[in-house]
Protein backbone atom coordinates (compact mmCIF):
# COMPACT_ATOMS: atom_id res chain seq x y z
CA UNK A 1 0.00 0.00 0.00
CA UNK A 2 1.20 3.52 -1.14
CA UNK A 3 -0.02 5.21 2.02
CA UNK A 4 1.11 8.78 1.28
CA UNK A 5 -1.37 8.24 -1.53
CA UNK A 6 -3.83 6.54 0.38
CA UNK A 7 -4.05 9.33 3.06
CA UNK A 8 -3.92 12.22 0.08
CA UNK A 9 -7.42 10.46 -1.21
CA UNK A 10 -9.11 10.68 1.72
CA UNK A 11 -8.47 13.75 2.79
CA UNK A 12 -11.60 14.50 1.70
CA UNK A 13 -13.15 12.04 3.69
CA UNK A 14 -11.27 13.60 6.53
CA UNK A 15 -13.09 17.16 5.75
CA UNK A 16 -16.39 15.29 5.77
CA UNK A 17 -16.49 13.46 8.79
CA UNK A 18 -15.00 16.97 10.77
CA UNK A 19 -18.18 19.05 8.44
CA UNK A 20 -20.85 16.37 10.29
CA UNK A 21 -19.29 16.16 13.68
CA UNK A 22 -19.65 20.24 13.77
CA UNK A 23 -22.77 20.27 12.37
CA UNK A 24 -23.77 17.56 15.53
CA UNK A 25 -22.10 19.56 17.79
CA UNK A 26 -24.03 23.18 16.71
CA UNK A 27 -27.34 21.39 17.16
CA UNK A 28 -26.89 20.26 20.32
CA UNK A 29 -25.65 23.99 20.88
CA UNK A 30 -29.16 24.78 19.14
CA UNK A 31 -31.02 22.36 20.88
CA UNK A 32 -29.75 23.83 24.37
CA UNK A 33 -31.03 27.69 22.74
CA UNK A 34 -26.85 28.66 23.38
CA UNK A 35 -25.51 31.94 22.01
CA UNK A 36 -23.82 31.67 18.49
CA UNK A 37 -20.72 31.78 20.46
CA UNK A 38 -21.13 28.51 22.22
CA UNK A 39 -22.45 27.41 18.51
CA UNK A 40 -18.80 27.98 17.43
CA UNK A 41 -17.64 26.60 20.19
CA UNK A 42 -19.48 23.24 20.24
CA UNK A 43 -18.75 23.19 16.37
CA UNK A 44 -15.16 23.36 16.48
CA UNK A 45 -14.55 21.09 19.88
CA UNK A 46 -16.67 18.55 18.41
CA UNK A 47 -14.80 18.77 14.91
CA UNK A 48 -11.47 19.04 16.12
CA UNK A 49 -11.41 16.82 19.41
CA UNK A 50 -10.87 13.51 18.53
CA UNK A 51 -8.79 14.34 16.03
CA UNK A 52 -6.52 16.90 18.30
CA UNK A 53 -6.26 13.64 20.56
CA UNK A 54 -4.86 11.56 18.39
CA UNK A 55 -2.34 13.44 16.88
CA UNK A 56 -1.14 13.99 20.16
CA UNK A 57 -1.58 10.43 20.96
CA UNK A 58 1.25 9.52 17.29
CA UNK A 59 3.57 12.32 17.74
CA UNK A 60 2.07 13.84 14.84
CA UNK A 61 1.30 17.85 14.47
CA UNK A 62 -2.15 18.69 15.31
CA UNK A 63 -4.05 19.11 12.10
CA UNK A 64 -5.63 22.05 12.59
CA UNK A 65 -3.39 24.17 13.91
CA UNK A 66 -1.98 23.12 10.69
CA UNK A 67 -4.57 23.28 8.14
CA UNK A 68 -6.69 26.95 8.45
CA UNK A 69 -9.49 24.94 6.28
CA UNK A 70 -10.85 23.24 9.34
CA UNK A 71 -11.53 25.87 12.13
CA UNK A 72 -13.04 27.79 9.30
CA UNK A 73 -14.90 24.71 8.01
CA UNK A 74 -16.15 24.31 12.12
CA UNK A 75 -17.06 27.59 12.32
CA UNK A 76 -18.67 28.15 8.88
CA UNK A 77 -20.87 25.24 9.71
CA UNK A 78 -21.89 27.02 13.23
CA UNK A 79 -23.09 30.30 11.48
CA UNK A 80 -24.64 27.97 8.97
CA UNK A 81 -26.95 26.06 11.72
CA UNK A 82 -27.47 29.52 13.69
CA UNK A 83 -28.90 30.73 10.55
CA UNK A 84 -31.18 28.32 9.22
CA UNK A 85 -34.70 27.57 10.49
CA UNK A 86 -35.02 25.35 13.43
CA UNK A 87 -38.09 23.44 11.37
CA UNK A 88 -35.00 22.22 9.20
CA UNK A 89 -33.28 20.11 12.02
CA UNK A 90 -35.39 17.02 13.55
CA UNK A 91 -35.55 15.93 16.42
CA UNK A 92 -32.82 13.26 15.89
CA UNK A 93 -30.24 15.46 13.29
CA UNK A 94 -27.52 15.38 16.30
CA UNK A 95 -27.61 11.22 16.48
CA UNK A 96 -27.74 11.09 12.59
CA UNK A 97 -25.10 13.59 11.58
CA UNK A 98 -23.10 11.67 14.59
CA UNK A 99 -23.44 8.55 13.22
CA UNK A 100 -22.12 9.97 9.47
CA UNK A 101 -19.31 11.49 11.57
CA UNK A 102 -18.07 8.19 13.27
CA UNK A 103 -18.05 6.01 10.32
CA UNK A 104 -16.48 8.54 8.06
CA UNK A 105 -13.51 10.02 11.12
CA UNK A 106 -13.37 5.69 12.38
CA UNK A 107 -12.04 5.43 8.14
CA UNK A 108 -9.81 8.62 8.12
CA UNK A 109 -8.33 8.30 11.60
CA UNK A 110 -7.14 4.63 10.72
CA UNK A 111 -5.63 5.99 7.45
CA UNK A 112 -3.82 8.42 8.95
CA UNK A 113 -1.82 6.59 11.99
CA UNK A 114 -1.66 3.98 8.91
CA UNK A 115 0.08 6.32 7.14
CA UNK A 116 2.35 7.62 10.04
CA UNK A 117 3.61 3.97 10.23
CA UNK A 118 1.68 2.80 13.23
CA UNK A 119 0.89 -1.12 13.23
CA UNK A 120 -2.49 -1.98 12.21
CA UNK A 121 -3.78 -2.71 15.44
CA UNK A 122 -3.12 0.54 17.11
CA UNK A 123 -4.01 2.42 13.70
CA UNK A 124 -7.64 0.80 13.68
CA UNK A 125 -7.85 2.27 17.89
CA UNK A 126 -6.02 5.72 16.73
CA UNK A 127 -9.24 5.40 14.10
CA UNK A 128 -11.94 4.82 17.02
CA UNK A 129 -10.59 7.27 18.87
CA UNK A 130 -10.57 9.85 16.46
CA UNK A 131 -14.58 9.15 16.08
CA UNK A 132 -15.39 8.98 19.85
CA UNK A 133 -13.71 11.27 21.29
CA UNK A 134 -14.92 14.89 20.39
CA UNK A 135 -19.04 13.08 20.86
CA UNK A 136 -17.62 12.58 24.36
CA UNK A 137 -16.43 16.12 24.67
CA UNK A 138 -19.48 17.39 23.18
CA UNK A 139 -21.51 16.25 25.57
CA UNK A 140 -19.61 16.76 28.73
CA UNK A 141 -19.73 20.21 27.91
CA UNK A 142 -23.45 20.36 27.33
CA UNK A 143 -23.82 18.23 30.38
CA UNK A 144 -25.83 15.63 28.40
CA UNK A 145 -24.76 12.07 29.24
CA UNK A 146 -21.80 10.80 27.56
CA UNK A 147 -22.67 8.98 23.74
CA UNK A 148 -20.46 6.08 25.03
CA UNK A 149 -22.22 5.12 27.97
CA UNK A 150 -25.66 4.94 26.00
CA UNK A 151 -27.08 1.42 25.55
CA UNK A 152 -27.45 1.53 22.25
CA UNK A 153 -24.47 0.64 19.93
CA UNK A 154 -21.58 3.67 19.27
CA UNK A 155 -18.12 3.18 19.77
CA UNK A 156 -18.76 -0.52 18.24
CA UNK A 157 -20.37 0.92 14.80
CA UNK A 158 -16.49 2.96 14.81
CA UNK A 159 -14.35 0.06 15.62
CA UNK A 160 -15.98 -1.88 12.67
CA UNK A 161 -15.31 0.70 10.44
CA UNK A 162 -11.98 1.44 11.74
CA UNK A 163 -11.08 -2.33 11.82
CA UNK A 164 -12.48 -3.18 8.54
CA UNK A 165 -10.45 -0.83 6.94
CA UNK A 166 -7.68 -1.67 8.58
CA UNK A 167 -7.94 -5.48 7.77
CA UNK A 168 -8.91 -4.92 3.86
CA UNK A 169 -6.21 -2.49 3.39
CA UNK A 170 -4.00 -5.33 4.21
CA UNK A 171 -5.16 -7.64 2.49
CA UNK A 172 -4.00 -5.53 -0.73
CA UNK A 173 -7.09 -4.40 -1.21
CA UNK A 174 -7.28 -0.44 -2.60
CA UNK A 175 -7.95 1.95 -0.13
CA UNK A 176 -10.83 4.19 -1.66
CA UNK A 177 -12.83 1.11 -1.91
CA UNK A 178 -11.56 -0.70 1.68
CA UNK A 179 -12.70 3.55 3.33
CA UNK A 180 -16.20 3.04 1.40
CA UNK A 181 -16.59 -0.63 2.46
CA UNK A 182 -15.71 0.35 5.85
CA UNK A 183 -17.85 3.32 5.98
CA UNK A 184 -20.89 1.70 4.72
CA UNK A 185 -20.72 -1.34 7.08
CA UNK A 186 -20.09 1.13 10.42
CA UNK A 187 -22.92 3.57 9.47
CA UNK A 188 -25.21 0.65 8.63
CA UNK A 189 -24.36 -0.76 11.94
CA UNK A 190 -25.53 2.40 14.25
CA UNK A 191 -28.19 3.80 12.16
CA UNK A 192 -29.49 0.30 13.12
CA UNK A 193 -28.29 1.01 16.79
CA UNK A 194 -30.67 4.52 16.20
CA UNK A 195 -33.52 2.81 14.51
CA UNK A 196 -33.63 -0.88 16.30
CA UNK A 197 -31.97 0.26 19.43
CA UNK A 198 -29.27 -2.07 18.92
CA UNK A 199 -27.35 -2.50 22.10
CA UNK A 200 -24.37 -5.25 23.64
CA UNK A 201 -25.51 -7.02 26.51
CA UNK A 202 -24.81 -5.19 29.95
CA UNK A 203 -22.85 -6.41 32.81
CA UNK A 204 -24.39 -8.61 35.05
CA UNK A 205 -21.96 -8.91 38.03
CA UNK A 206 -23.83 -6.01 40.02
CA UNK A 207 -27.27 -7.59 39.94
CA UNK A 208 -25.79 -11.16 40.70
CA UNK A 209 -23.73 -9.92 43.55
CA UNK A 210 -27.22 -8.68 45.07
Do not use: H
Not at 69 to 80: D, F, K, N, W
Not at 102 to 110: D, I, K, P, R, T
Amino acid sequence: MNSAVLYGALGWLDLFGIAVFAASGALMAARNGQTLVTFAFFALVTGVGGGTVRDLLIDAPVFWVQDSRVPVLCLGIALLVWITPVRWWKAGAVDWFDAVGLAAYSVFGAAKALQLGIDPVPAAIMGIITASVGGVIRDLVAGEPSIIIRPELYVTAGALSAFAFVGLVQTGMTGIVAALIAFVAGFALRALAIVKGLSLPSYRGAEDSE
